[in-house]
């Protein structure tokens, strides 16, 4: 007698029926091999060439860019780093040491930058690779059964006259689906006749066109922005900059420029034009328009006069210079006890509201007694405030008066270390006026000379000329970039990709016909790869178009 199922079980704990790797098994466990270093590069590669990290990593650029919207930016706007800095120096130091003044330079920035970089060319590759095989293929074979499809159609055309009404038909069908820009390829079975078509390959044509350019953006960026440049100047009415480093207010250069090679030319300001809108009327105050004229001077060339308008730049020798930005710049005189000239200059004050109210500094390290600064504010028109202080109540010069602190003591210049000529650090400096001094701030009228403390001298507002009393100053940035056409070039081609991985579907369609007692059976089918709503109407009608051609070759064959 043979022994139970239950006596086996429990002699023999090990299910007879389990397979001896299962995982409930008491057999030998699966070991997975080592991968080894080779394996784990190999790993780490495939995973970085992955479109889903390319995608994410995308994502990552564009959200390591908001800090450059966000924080003013030292190669497009020193002057900002520098305001920032005054109003947040608690966190200075932290928002500098990240990277936050400087986000395109960073290395978190460039490290989201090159990994970007080489998933895209990891991803592209292959791809190009594979589409280039799949565009010298031949389009599928005919399935057996066509019915199978979701969409698909049938009709049965007369046979007519023609000696062969179903090669005729597939003749028909195989010259229209040409024409449709389809690749077609003849398959035929035995008892029937059909035409295999595939078209849409420009889907993924369009797709790799869209990474390649993206990939030609991120290498001309990168490329470009090495010998690329920018740079900043103020110019006062009537003054001159040349186009060299030394006259740069402020320089950020790419890697390989050094500042020897700029092109030469001369830009003199003659006139800066505004105009703002008259008190009482709506939008009061605001400014209509801006345009600074200026005299272009080039070796070998006549003077050339060229206007700078907001979001208009000019071009000089592939240089762009744009306007950044305005301000007057009161013509100032500081004379010692003696009537000697120790500071004579058309200074620029920044405006510091939409009325113009401008913040302008002095500092005069030589001639007096000691070094002294004057900081200063402008109103083109003065105002007064409820609490007593100034302010401008319109930007336009009507009633301008300039009010002075004065501030002595070491003003920092003689130790080497660069200034900004907009700023004054008064900590450790004596103040004269204004504040707890007890002696009311300097004030000026146009044309005014007052006294300074201590009987070091005086101050004029020199009147500038009869129709314009007050200068004004333009802020320019000249820009080089020689990689901007690459880009923008580069990005046209990445817009027409995307417009063809979007919009063009990528579809197969399939004809057979055979013989029957009723004439010609034809089958229509189709397949989208991908999502395509509009596949079921194309096979509509494809079909209809085909039979109404084949009708009338029909009877053309017939007369």
Sequence with gaps: ???????????????????????????????????????????????????????????????????????????ADPNGVIQWERDNPDVFALADAVGLFDVYLSPWFSAIYLLLFTSLIGCVIPRARHHYKALRSQPPRTPARLSRLSDYQEATLPAGQASDPVEQAIGVAQRQLRRAGY??????????????????????????????????????????????????????????????????????????????????????????????????????????????????????????????????PITVQGDRIYLLGNGYAPTLTVRDAAGEVVFSESQPFLPQDSNMTSLGIIKIPDGLPGQLGLVGFFYPTQGVLPSGAFTSIYPDVINPVITFNVFSGDLGIDDGTPRSVYTLDVNGLTQHTGGDTGLDSLELTLGDTVDLPNGWGTVTWEIAGDTDPVKRFASLQIQRDPSSGWVLAFSILATLGLFAGLFVPRRRLWVKARLSTEGVQVEYAGLARGEDPALSRAVTDFAAQHATAYAVETAEGER
């Design 1 to 75: 007698m043979s022994p139970s199922r239950s006596d086996t079980t429990r002699e023999n704990p090990i299910d007879p029926l389990r397979p001896g790797d299962h995982a409930d098994s008491d057999g030998p466990k699966i070991i997975q091999p080592a991968l080894g270093l080779a394996g784990w590069l190999r790993w780490a590669w495939r995973q970085l060439t992955s479109m889903r990290t390319a995608i994410v990593l995308l994502l990552f650029l564009a959200i390591a860019a908001v800090p450059g919207s966000l924080f003013p930016q030292r190669s």
């Design 183 to 312: 690749r077609v390829q003849r398959y035929d079975g035995r008892g029937w006749v059909s035409v295999s078509a595939e078209r849409g390959y420009l889907r993924e044509t369009g797709n790799l066109l869209f990474h390649v350019a993206l990939v030609g953006v991120l290498v001309s960026v990168a490329v470009g922005g090495s010998f690329a440049y920018t740079g900043q100047r103020v110019v006062v009415e009537g003054t001159t900059f040349v186009n060299a480093l030394s006259d740069y207010s402020s320089f950020n250069p790419g890697r390989f420029i050094d500042g020897t090679g700029l092109a030469p030319y001369s830009l003199t300001l003659d006139d800066f034009q505004v105009s703002y809108r008259l008190p009482g009327t709506p939008g009061a105050g605001q400014a209509g328009d801006f345009a600074a004229d200026v005299t272009i001077r080039q070796p070998g060339q006549d003077d050339q006069a060229q206007s700078v308008v907001v979001n208009y």
